[in-house]
């Protein structure tokens, strides 16, 4: 039980990394804040938590609002007391153009889901795990930080972007004891990923980008997130782990 007695918020909870972690984060004891758009996909997981003895609380909203962050916040507080752990996993790829199609309200929507979304998130969360310490943890990406993808300029962008956050974020909330990483993910076998991974040829060329000629299932994230959520990660912060299968030292 590497997380008893822990309270975690989850944002992307209704798909993919967030869903997988949120069930895999109330297995080893942590209580669960869930959050994504779609409420019946929180309300199905919620039920499936409960079932299995767990405890978690839902919370529809969509990440691009500040409102959003400080009522994932304030529902770990009101219904579980504190709160100690933040996976900031939703992600969305936006509108796939090239730069001169790509529509100037599309790159700023993407920019906003991927990379303000997690500055709001750590803005409120900071404040809320001052005094016991903590865990704030996203999910970027290859595609920005390492190499570029055509149609991409934006999702691209942002994961960069959120590099940068992460560390400012570790070094702020250091003397608190608040670690701040991130996972850097190759291709993930999820909705997300199967949208990019949309053809046998498109799959094929995906898979073998990563040294291990395959992408990664979800729980393989989820696991990662597990270790940088709990104390086994004790003295890491400021990192952005590469958990991609090779993908980075992979010449193609
Ligand atoms: N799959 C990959 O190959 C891959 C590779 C590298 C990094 N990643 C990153 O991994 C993270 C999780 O992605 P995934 O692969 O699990 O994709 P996914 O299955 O499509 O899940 C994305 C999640 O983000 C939520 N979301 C999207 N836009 C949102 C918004 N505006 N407000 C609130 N929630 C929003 C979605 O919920 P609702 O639609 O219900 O709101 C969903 O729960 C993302 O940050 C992604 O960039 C994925």
Known sequence: MQLQDK??????????????????????GASVVLNARREKELSQLKSEIEAQGGKAEIVVGDVQLESTHQQCVETAIEHFGKLDVCFNNAGWLGEMNSVEDVSVEGFNETIAVNLTSAFLAMKHQIPA????GGSIIYTTSFVGPTMGMPGMAAYAAAKAGLNGLVHVGAIEGGEYNIRVNAIASGGVDTPMGRTVADTPENKAFVEGLHALKRIAQPEEIAETALFLASGQSSFITGAILPVDGGLTKTKV
């Open 129 to 132: 795990l001052k005094n016991n």
């Open 7 to 28: 309270v975690a918020i989850i944002t992307g909870a209704s798909s993919g990394i967030g869903r997988t972690a949120a069930k895999l984060f109330s297995k080893q």
